[in-house]
């Protein structure tokens, strides 16, 4: 390997995580830091003075294109679009749990989806980079009164559909193996219990799968979810596993991986749930679980 080339899968894994967050979506973000090497590829690196600053730059705008073209793609998905899970092993440190808990989660990423292209690059930029809104000014082509302004009102937009109050990881595992055990005990009432009386449901099943766009109500997700264990009965079987550095429920049916359930809780009861069941979202993690 060429100096080049290591100092770029050097930065390789953040490059890919600005991509991952930008767009939600794993291929789309390969795609990007594929793109971005090919850039860095052909550059005049003796007129780069800050190499990590350049790739971070370069990538946020490759993405910034992407997203405004799969903004175009994603009007005509059939349901809600939820972004693509990824199986994480468990965060080593402290900060790195922090890290992964406050913005790779998949109900993270969810919000972000309601910001435009350029609020999302720059919030994401300010808030998960820790970038000055001189470097975002310069990486959006905007002055910095601008950028301030769109990590002003991005925060805003994205306070409205943020948690109340921050949980301990370990009180959702908690839940989350209570919620499984109950599942497969065919257990309504433990089900109905453990699920707020506003509990929400989005599904995305990409119009290759059923899914609920949207249901709503603790009792309504308990029969749901009970219908669907006294259907599958033996076949149906779960899993509590770290996705996107959150505890997340898998469900498999047959031993096939059926959806990745990532669910929010206020520290008592579990108050939403994303459940993902479009095929193509899965296979990664479906590849991924079946490897020895």
């Given at each position: 390997m060429t100096d080049s080339t290591l100092l770029f899968d050097r930065h390789r894994p953040r490059l890919f995580g600005i991509a991952y967050?930008?767009?939600?979506?794993?291929?789309?973000?390969?795609?990007?830091?594929?793109?971005?090497?090919?850039?860095?590829?052909?550059?005049?690196?003796?007129?780069?003075?800050?190499?990590?600053?350049?790739?971070?730059?370069?990538?946020?705008?490759?993405a910034i294109d992407r997203l405004r073209a799969a903004k175009a793609e994603r009007e005509h998905y059939v349901g809600v679009w939820l972004p693509e899970p990824m199986l994480m092993a468990a965060p080593a440190t402290p900060e790195e749990i922090h890290e992964l808990a406050d913005d790779v989660s998949v109900a993270f990423l969810y919000m972000l989806e309601q910001l435009s292209p350029d609020a999302r690059a720059a919030f994401v930029m300010r808030e998960v980079l820790d970038a000055g809104y001189g470097d975002i000014a310069r990486t959006l082509d905007k002055t910095e009164a601008a950028a301030r302004q769109l990590v002003h009102r991005a925060r805003q937009q994205l306070r409205r559909g943020a948690p109340r109050q921050s949980v301990p990881r370990a009180t959702?595992?908690?839940?989350?193996?209570?919620?499984?055990?109950?599942?497969?005990?065919?257990?309504?009432?433990?089900?109905?219990?453990?699920?707020?009386?506003?509990?929400e449901l989005i599904g995305d099943g990409g119009g290759k799968v059923?899914?609920?766009?949207?249901l709503v109500g603790g009792k309504r997700l308990a029969q749901l979810f009970y219908a669907g264990k006294r259907?599958?009965?033996?076949?149906?079987?779960?899993?509590?596993?770290?996705?996107?550095?959150?505890?997340?429920?898998?469900?498999?049916?047959?031993?096939?991986?059926?959806?990745?359930?990532s669910y929010d809780t206020d520290g008592e009861r579990l108050t939403r749930v994303l459940v993902q069941r479009n095929p193509d979202k899965l296979a990664r993690i479906a590849a991924a679980l079946a490897r020895p």
């Open positions: 967050r930008m767009l939600g979506a794993v291929a789309e973000a390969e795609d990007v830091v594929q793109d971005a090497w090919l850039r860095w590829h052909g550059a005049d690196r003796s007129a780069i003075d800050n190499a990590e600053a350049w790739l971070v730059s370069v990538t946020t705008r490759l959702l595992q908690r839940l989350l193996l209570a919620f499984s055990e109950a599942m497969q005990r065919s257990d309504f009432h433990g089900l109905h219990a453990l699920l707020s009386e506003d509990a059923s899914s609920f766009a949207s259907r599958y009965r033996e076949a149906l079987h779960t899993r509590v596993v770290q996705v996107n550095g959150q505890w997340t429920l898998l469900r498999f049916v047959d031993g096939a991986l059926e959806s990745v359930q």
